[in-house]
């Protein structure tokens, strides 16, 4: 063997030699208990510092879902307060009526205001839902559908087609496109043809 290879191969190990054949101790590696504990503590500060993001992200996430429901409340009253206050004025219409059917006058006077004390509040009533977005619709004369109407009875006649809408029981609305309640109706029925008897 030559100086060249710096190992003296003794029994089955192999040594490295200092060049003039003499054996040299190999050094540990630095204190593996040392460097298990230092990788040990790096992951236990890596781990707190994910802890502490998810615990910020955390905190984060509720402040945010806070904010979301008191800025829904807050947009509730605030629709609630706006319609209200459309309905103010009908209010007012009524308390009106009220004091003048207080004062007392004559019957047939009394009727012919009350008529149209009610027929200015019907209007007043018809503007407000306007104003907001909701709209009657339309039902009389109309062919029946279950998505705007509500079929109470079926009327046998011969004066409609089949499946039209020839009374209307209760009205019904859209708010927004949306249906609020379906017009209650009675829909035309094709008359039943007469039992003939052949002699």
């Not at 006058?105 to 009727?111: C, D, I, N, P, R």
């Amino acid at each position: 063997m030559t100086s060249k290879d710096n190992l003296e191969i003794s029994g089955m190990e192999a040594r490295p030699t200092d060049g003039t054949g003499e054996a040299v101790e190999l050094e540990a590696p630095a204190d593996v208990a040392a460097q298990s504990e230092a990788d040990v503590e790096a992951v236990r500060k890596e781990a707190a510092e994910w802890q502490d993001r998810f615990l910020r992200k955390a905190a984060e996430l509720e402040n945010f879902r806070k904010r979301v429901d008191r800025e829904r409340a807050e947009a509730r009253l605030l629709a609630q307060s706006t319609l209200l206050s459309e309905f103010l004025p009908v209010v007012d219409a009524c308390e009106r009526a009220l004091k003048a059917f207080a004062s007392g006058a004559g019957a047939a006077e009394s009727l012919d205001q009350y008529r149209e004390g009610v027929e200015l509040l019907h209007r007043q009533l018809l503007d407000t839902f306007n104003r907001v977005g909701a709209v009657a619709i339309e039902a009389e004369g109309k062919p029946f559908d279950p998505h705007l109407h509500e079929a109470l009875s079926r009327q046998e006649t011969a004066e409609y087609a089949e499946g039209t809408v020839i009374t209307e029981l209760l009205k019904g609305y859209l708010f927004k496109d949306k249906l609020l309640r379906p017009a209650q109706v009675i829909v035309s029925a094709r008359p039943r043809a007469e039992d003939t008897i052949l002699p």
